[in-house]
């Protein structure tokens, strides 16, 4: 019983004394908490061996404060310690560190030397890789509790290797206390540091942007003397240290003129506690150019709410001023082109609402002008288009529908033109802009579509003469032998037959000699109508071959389809002579010769068909002519006769 309460009461005591050393590890945390701006400050070099120098005299704090559980056996915080500095300020320094508080405890002595500088060795390479660890995406406050179990577990640890000479009782006493409290001490000291190096960094960033950035910051005491200006401030008035311009005042720094005024309003500030804000200055430079600031400055108030200085920002704002100024010329121009340009120009915003247009614009659309203003939409003044006919070919059936699909186009680049119920055609172009706006330009373009009109029957005009024969109007001899050759090499690669005719008028000089050229020219006119009523396909072709000769060509028409084709115009020929030019005692016949062209044939080009009809040509003329003779394919020296008596 007696050894029991002599245990308890010695297990109060290291409550006591434990509490003592968490005293001290929070005395060495606020130590570098203090310490912290001056440290960041020191090269790393000396900032390492200075917080290894504090920490191994925390540790040896800690140490002196120990609980002595067994002659030369210690209990203390001083892991703590250590892992802390080694987490925070790297190995150097947990080196240093534990090389202080390893010489110290070795000093010391006793039956636990060897449990202590295991204790401290393990409290630095713990540290250490808690350090390794945090630089993880984990945030560092799971780290430091990480580290506080660590460094708790190095007590149990340690504890197991004093087992020898410490009575296990002893030990699970006094090891519940002493692991608890340097977890506590070990995550507290932690927090504190991590805090404070925060605050830090916070305090310098914002020194370091007052103090850099352009714009001129400063505080004034109640009498207007500077108690802090930045950088700007300091060059800005000839100083090259923004320390050197505390306590002066306005006078100091500028003409009297200037400072008086200044002075007058800051003092105005300072008495009624009405901040002044955006008031605009000018100045002028020591080389005669004129400046321009913007000027805020706001009232600084105690606890109690007394005015006691003031903060002000000044902003330079001559680039401002002259881009202004810039602006508003070029913005006069900008009207001033729009107003005298001869197009009209709109602009759509993104959800094509009408937001600008000229005159011109207007003009253009006589009969929506009164909708086409700024606010409108683009399917509104549609609407009003067709409602009201000012554009030609819209679909009445479905005006809302083209409506949408015309101003759809406002998103993407086009160029329409359209025609007005005035006869008039305006060429509309949209190009859409990098904002999501769309711009419009409209311009009259009725002169250059009557032109191009023009232009275009001028070469159609040109197309036809270049292509037919001027007094029969069928196709020339030119066509005639491009398309020839274009149908024959069709028809090949198809595998289908073409049939060419060859016609030739009976004795036509001896008419021509008797009637006059005149009357030659009507005759050849005659066959000509004749062979065209003669044709019933858009695929078939008549031309004129040359004097009073004419060709036609049939494309998927073998010879027997041909030679009735040929019949057919053989019998034209004659009833039109009949009828038109009967009354001066003479008739007009005419001779036909048909080919054949297909795969089965030997005629390879288009010289090779001419020739065959032409060779049943000279067939029908030499057995009596007015008759229709077709060339056999089978046989190119019998030739058929289809009509072998005149006008039968």
Not at 536 to 561: M, N, Q
Request: proline share 4%; charged share 25%.
């Amino acid at each position: 019983m007696a050894l029991c309460k002599d245990l308890e009461k010695r297990v109060t005591a290291t409550w006591h004394e434990l509490v003592a050393n968490l005293a001290v590890v929070a005395l060495f945390a606020a130590i570098w908490f203090q310490l912290t701006d001056w440290l960041d400050d020191q090269p790393r070099a000396l900032r390492k061996l200075a917080v290894g120098g504090l920490a191994g005299v925390g540790a040896i704090g800690t140490m002196f404060m120990a609980v002595e559980v067994a002659p030369g056996v210690f209990f203390d915080l001083r892991a703590g310690i250590i892992s802390v500095a080694a987490f925070f300020a790297g190995p150097v320094s947990g080196i240093i560190a534990a090389a202080i508080a390893i010489t110290y405890r070795v000093l010391e002595g006793g039956s636990g030397v060897y449990a202590g500088v295991f204790y401290i060795s393990a409290a630095v390479l713990i540290g250490w890789a808690m350090r390794v660890g945090a630089r993880s995406p984990t945030p560092s406050s799971i780290w430091l509790v990480n580290l506080a179990l660590a460094t708790s577990v190095v007590v149990l640890a340690t504890a197991l290797l004093l087992r020898t000479s410490v009575d296990d009782a002893v030990i699970r006493e006094f090891m519940p206390p002493t692991t608890l409290l340097s977890f506590v001490a070990t995550l507290i000291m932690g927090l504190a540091i991590r805090k404070g190096r925060m605050v830090v960094r916070e305090r310098r960033i914002l020194a370091a942007a007052l103090a850099q950035t352009p714009e001129f910051i400063y505080v004034k005491d109640a009498s207007s003397r500077f108690i802090a200006a930045n950088h700007a401030v300091a060059r800005h008035n000839g100083f090259t240290d923004p320390r050197q311009m505390i306590g002066l005042t306005d006078r100091d720094i500028t003409d009297k003129e200037h400072a008086d005024r200044l002075l007058a309003q800051e003092q105005q500030i300072i008495e009624t506690g009405q901040p002044t804000l955006d008031v605009e200055e000018e100045e002028v430079d020591d080389y005669g150019e004129k400046r321009c600031f913007r000027s805020s400055k706001v009232p600084v108030r105690d606890r109690d709410g007394h005015v006691m200085g003031l903060a002000g920002v000044t902003v330079e704002t001559t680039h401002l001023k002259r881009l202004e100024t810039e602006l508003i010329e070029s913005r006069d121009r900008l009207s001033l082109a729009l107003s005298e340009m001869s197009d009209g120009l709109a602009v759509f915003d993104s959800m094509g609402y009408l937001v600008f247009c000229n005159e011109q614009y207007r003009s253009n659309f006589p009969l929506s002008a009164h909708v086409r203003v700024p606010g409108v939409h683009v399917n509104e003044i549609l609407r009003e288009c067709a409602r009201t006919g000012e554009q030609v070919d819209v679909p009445q059936d479905d005006v809302e529908g083209w409506a949408e699909r015309v101003g759809s186009l406002l998103r993407i680049p086009n160029v329409v033109t359209v025609e007005l119920f005035d006869g008039r055609f305006v060429q509309i172009r949209n190009r859409p802009a990098p904002n999501d706006s769309s711009i419009v330009m409209v311009t009259d373009v009725t002169d250059l579509k009557l032109a191009e009109k023009a232009l275009i029957e001028a070469n159609a005009d040109l197309s036809r003469q270049a292509s037919t024969d001027a007094l029969t109007g069928l196709a020339n001899r030119r066509v005639f032998d491009e398309t020839l050759a274009r149908d024959m090499a069709r028809c090949g690669r198809a595998g289908t037959p073409l049939s060419l005719i060859l016609l030739d008028v009976d004795h036509f000089k001896r008419y021509n000699d008797t009637y006059g050229h005149q009357a030659g020219d009507e005759c050849l006119v005659m066959v000509a109508d004749a062979i065209k009523g003669g044709l019933h396909r858009p695929a078939d072709l008549a031309a004129r071959y040359g004097g009073e000769e004419f060709a036609v060509i049939l494309p998927e028409t073998d010879s027997e389809g041909a030679a009735a084709v040929a019949e057919r115009i053989r019998q034209a020929i004659t009833a039109a002579s009949i009828v038109r030019i009967g009354s001066i005692g003479t008739r007009i016949t005419a001779s036909l010769g048909v080919a054949e062209y297909n795969l089965d044939t030997a005629l390879a080009t288009p010289a090779d068909l001419i020739r065959d009809a032409d060779a049943a040509l000279y067939a029908a003329k030499t057995n009596g002519r007015d008759r229709v003779v077709v060339d056999k394919v089978d046989n190119p020296r019998h030739r058929l006769v289809v009509n072998n008596k005149p006008g039968g």
